[in-house]
């Protein structure tokens, strides 16, 4: 039987080819897509996270692994799909001064998935790119990541820019990534926040619904 801990340590290697393999054969073996992705990559990511953070892995064999953890999300990409397309438009981005996109691709995966039509600004994406892309795309929702406390002031100013720019009272606002939370969402004026890519997709297809 699959064994989780298994596919964390491949995925800590940064081994893809590996990887890919395991996933497929857990797949193969009847285990949920679901949690292949938060059992095992999801939670493998964190164990990179921790290494990194006490100097046990540096940023060459973090990309590695962040590479592994992008080709088998590409594998579980069509299982992780919902039924009921609601219809909208979300534009999303890591903000600006922020290089993090593997939780962005995926809460944009499950988005897709979810029957929305997706208008992905990649990472680093300063605020006036946002507000230009609402102007030009006319989306329902724009979700913003950001993975680094020094970039979550990025979110306020990027929250203001769209005020400023008399484009606030058209378009929700979500906020999500690791070091961000609710009582942050409210206090940068975002109308919500998603701790996951799941939620994310519940919480942009109720605002597209609205
Ligand atoms: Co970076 N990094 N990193 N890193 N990195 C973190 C975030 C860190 C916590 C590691 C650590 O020290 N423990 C730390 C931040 C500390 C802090 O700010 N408090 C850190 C640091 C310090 C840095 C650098 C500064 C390191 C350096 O250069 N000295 C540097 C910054 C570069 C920059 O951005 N300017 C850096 C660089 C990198 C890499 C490029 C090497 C690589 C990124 C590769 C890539 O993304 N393509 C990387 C990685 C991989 C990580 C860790 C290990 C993993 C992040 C990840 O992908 N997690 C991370 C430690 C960790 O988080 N455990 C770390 C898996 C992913 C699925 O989870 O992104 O949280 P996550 O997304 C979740 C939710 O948060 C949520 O849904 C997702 C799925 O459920 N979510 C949303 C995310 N966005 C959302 C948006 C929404 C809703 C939900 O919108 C509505």
């Known amino acids: 039987m699959a064994d989780m801990n298994v596919l964390?340590?491949?995925?800590?290697?940064?081994?893809?080819?590996k990887l890919t393999e395991l996933v497929q054969s857990a797949l193969d073996e009847g285990v949920n897509a679901a949690d292949i992705l938060n059992k095992?990559?999801?939670?493998?990511?964190?164990?990179?996270?921790?290494?990194?953070?006490?100097?046990?892995?540096?940023?060459?064999?973090?990309?590695?692994?962040?590479?592994?953890?992008?080709?088998?999300?590409?594998?579980l990409k069509p299982?992780?799909?919902e039924e009921g397309a609601a219809m909208g438009k979300v534009i999303i981005g890591t903000v600006k001064g922020d290089l993090?996109?593997?939780?962005?691709?995926?809460?944009?995966?499950?988005?897709?998935?979810?029957?929305?039509?997706?208008?992905?600004?990649?990472v680093d994406v300063p605020p006036e790119v946002f507000v230009e892309n609402i102007n030009k795309m006319k989306p329902d929702v724009v979700a913003m990541s950001a993975l680094l406390t020094t970039t979550m002031p990025m979110m306020k100013?990027?929250?203001?820019?769209?005020?400023?720019?008399?484009?606030?009272e058209q378009i929700?606002?979500?906020?999500?990534?690791?070091?961000?939370?609710?009582?942050?969402?409210?206090?940068?004026?975002?109308?919500?926040?998603?701790?996951?890519?799941?939620?994310?997709?519940?919480?942009?297809?109720e605002y597209c619904n609205s």
């Open 157 to 168: 100013a990027t929250v203001d820019a769209i005020t400023e720019s008399g484009l606030r």
């Open 40 to 75: 095992g990559l999801i939670s493998g990511m964190d164990i990179v996270g921790e290494k990194m953070k006490n100097g046990d892995m540096f940023i060459p064999e973090v990309l590695m692994a962040a590479r592994a953890m992008g080709l088998a999300v590409e594998i």
């Open 100 to 122: 993090h996109d593997i939780g962005k691709n995926l809460v944009a995966m499950m988005l897709e998935s979810a029957g929305l039509e997706i208008i992905d600004l990649g």
């Open 8 to 17: 964390k340590e491949v995925l800590i290697t940064g081994n893809g080819d």
């Open 79 to 81: 299982l992780l799909g």
């Open 172 to 205: 929700k606002i979500i906020i999500g990534g690791a070091p961000v939370n609710q009582s942050f969402a409210d206090e940068i004026g975002a109308d919500g926040y998603s701790p996951d890519a799941g939620s994310a997709s519940q919480l942009a297809k």
